[in-house]
């Protein structure tokens, strides 16, 4: 089934959430700083995040969790709302090459 991946600001520990943002900043001494100030702002948390019923959290090998979403086999991109106005019932972002864009 396709399903939808979706990064989240949410770490399974600190130490893995100092590990994430140490290698965006230039030291480690940097990264404790940025880390304990999003913790402490409500930027990022520790702890598995809330999901929908149909929907699950898994952590990644860097200790960041990401919540799978599944799609019905047959989702429209997001272009298609407005098929109608398209050439052949599909969306005008997919009629562009009938159009010679």
């Known amino acids: 089934m396709p399903s939808l991946i979706v990064g989240t600001s949410h770490f399974v520990s600190r130490s893995h959430a100092m590990n994430y943002y140490a290698r965006m900043e230039l030291c480690k ?3 404790i700083d940025v880390v304990d100030g999003k913790l402490n702002r409500g930027e990022i948390h520790t702890g598995p995040p809330a999901c929908a ?5 898994f952590a990644d090998k860097d200790g960041r969790y990401h919540i ?8 429209p991109c997001m272009h298609c709302e407005d098929a109608a106005d398209g050439v052949d019932g599909r969306c005008m972002f ?3 090459d009938d159009l010679g864009f």
């Open 29 to 31: 001494l940097d990264a």
């Open 94 to 96: 997919h009629s562009q």
């Open 53 to 57: 019923d149909d929907a699950r959290w």
């Open 68 to 75: 799978e979403h599944p799609l019905p086999s047959h989702a």
